[in-house]
Nanobody, 114 residues
């Protein structure tokens, strides 16, 4: 069964950067996405990427600051996070971009504060 392992979270100051990684235990042939869930809020999709790397999609709140990429040879999906804002504070998860989701991983906590 597919397992998703997110890593790379941590603390950053506003304007800082973090890079998240998602390791998939099986090779995938679907569009992948990063989601986030802030305290007291529902999980939301922030970025997705099709198989092959294009096209990509970004939520308006992260456009121009977050970049999703994938390395299918290594079963990895990345999320480069630049110019971080306090409102980016959340637990970040990866999963399919649509359809029936695989079991969710533990997520990567991102905390942005001064």
């Amino acid at each position: 069964q597919m397992q998703l392992v997110e890593s790379g979270g941590g603390s950053a100051q506003p304007g800082g950067s973090l890079r998240l990684s998602c390791l998939m235990t099986e090779t995938v042939f679907v569009s992948m996405a990063w989601y986030r869930q802030a305290p007291g809020k529902e999980r939301e999709l922030v970025a997705s990427i099709s198989r092959g790397g294009t096209p990509t999609f970004y939520a308006d709140s992260v456009k121009g600051r977050l970049t999703i990429s994938r390395d299918d040879a290594k079963n990895l999906v990345y999320l480069q996070m630049n110019n971080l804002k306090p409102e980016d504070t959340a637990v970040y998860y990866c999963n399919k971009a649509s359809g029936n989701m695989w079991p969710w991983g533990q997520g990567a906590q991102v905390t942005v504060s001064s």
